[in-house]
T-cell receptor, first 112, second 110 residues
Framework: EAQVTQNPRYLITVTGKKLTVTCSQN?????MSWYRQDPGLGLRQIYY???????DKGDVPEGYKVSRKEKRNFPLILESPSPNQTSLYFC???????????FGPGTRLTVL | GEDVEQSLFLSVREGDSSVINCTYT??????LYWYKQEPGAGLQLLTY?????DMKQDQRLTVLLNKKDKHLSLRIADTQTGDSAIYFC??????????FGQGTELSVKP
């Protein structure tokens, strides 16, 4: 089944404790992206990647890192999480930057 | 700016038509999308329209695009309770960048 998976689905952590949210797709898509969703703000793009070893900043990259060492995986790293990073995070992938984006189920992160 | 604006709430009765509106700012956007998000789920692409089209129909869904006014709408005919969800419009900026609206929460009452 074609899908985008994210782990974990739920995470509660404390300020400053490094964490990684994994994202994996099985559709051989070149393009992957991370978004955060906050009430009243819609989805805002954090980082995106057009291919392996190619990443670029979205609208809200501060406090986040990503890597794209292989095509199927695009982890989101929070080196020192802060409470303002409490949000719902979505990973997405697409065959190209104008094709349909397929979204993962979301990761709800709470930083205390 | 790069804002995509939507009204936050819409309430309709089952069987009526729903019209969800969206305005965007960038006339160079190539594609415009409508996504649906059900509670606790990710986003599901409903439909999209290329910027050189005025209208696209797909079963109960009709998308209208007014490029002059930078206005996009989604009409859902014969709205059902299963259509209750949050609907997002988004514009493609090219190069992998998507700008989303705030989302419109559609409530369908029996």
């Amino acid at each position: 089944e074609a899908q985008v998976t994210q782990n974990p689905r739920y995470l509660i952590t404390v300020t400053g404790k490094k964490l990684t949210v994994t994202c994996s797709q099985n559709m051989n898509h070149e393009y992957m992206s991370w978004y955060r969703q906050d009430p009243g703000l819609g989805l805002r793009q954090i980082y995106y990647s057009m291919n392996v070893e190619v990443t670029d900043k979205g609208d809200v990259p501060e406090g986040y890192k990503v890597s794209r060492k292989e095509k199927r995986n695009f982890p989101l790293i929070l080196e020192s999480p802060s409470p303002n990073q409490t949000s719902l995070y979505f990973c997405a992938s697409a065959n190209s930057n104008v094709d349909t984006q397929y979204f993962g189920p979301g990761t709800r992160l709470t930083v205390l | 700016g790069e804002d995509v604006e939507q009204s936050l709430f819409l309430s309709v009765r089952e069987g009526d038509s729903s019209v969800i509106n969206c305005t965007y700012t960038d006339s160079s956007s190539t594609y415009l999308y409508w996504y649906k998000q059900e509670p606790g789920a990710g986003l599901q692409l409903l439909t999209y329209i290329f910027s050189n089209m005025d209208m696209k129909q797909d079963q109960r869904l009709t998308v209208l695009l007014n490029k002059k006014d930078k206005h996009l709408s989604l009409r859902i005919a014969d709205t059902q309770t299963g259509d209750s969800a949050i609907y997002f419009c988004a514009e493609s900026k090219g190069g992998g960048k998507l700008i989303f609206g705030q989302g419109t929460e559609l409530s369908v009452k029996p």
